[in-house]
């Protein structure tokens, strides 16, 4: 299984980015598929996660601001990050979590200027 994300940059404080994910590879159906997010001498945390059914989880410091999607069909997941922070400055890394296994995507940076 492989993960290729795609869509980090640099933008303004209040701006918008998309970010995708793609897997590839043998993937069972009922998965979860996430994105974390780990700023310079900070821990890796979650940001949002999406099952196959579609049920969504965000970190606090998201909620209202960041919404998450999946194309199963495409085994692809999107975060649409609006009101974009400073503080969401981060490398960005795609999770698939499927059969108790785990896959991390290569990492994205999101660079937020104020």
């Known amino acids: 299984v492989q993960l290729q994300a795609s869509g980090g940059g640099l933008v303004q404080s209040g701006g918008s980015l998309r970010l995708s994910c793609a897997a590839s590879?043998?993937?069972?159906?009922?998965?979860?598929m996430g994105w974390y997010r780990q700023a310079p001498g900070k821990q890796r945390e979650l940001v949002a996660d999406?099952?196959?059914?579609?049920?969504?989880n965000f970190a606090d410091s998201v909620k209202g601001r960041f919404t998450i999607s999946r194309d199963n069909a495409k085994n692809t997941v999107y975060l649409q990050m609006n009101s974009l922070k400073p503080e969401d400055t981060a490398v960005y890394y795609c999770?698939?979590?499927?059969?108790?296994?785990?896959?991390w995507g290569q990492g994205t940076q999101v660079t937020v200027s104020s």
């Open positions: 999770k698939l979590g499927v059969l108790k296994r785990t896959f």
């Open positions: 590879g043998s993937i069972f159906r009922i998965n979860v």
């Open positions: 999406i099952t196959s059914g579609g049920s969504t």
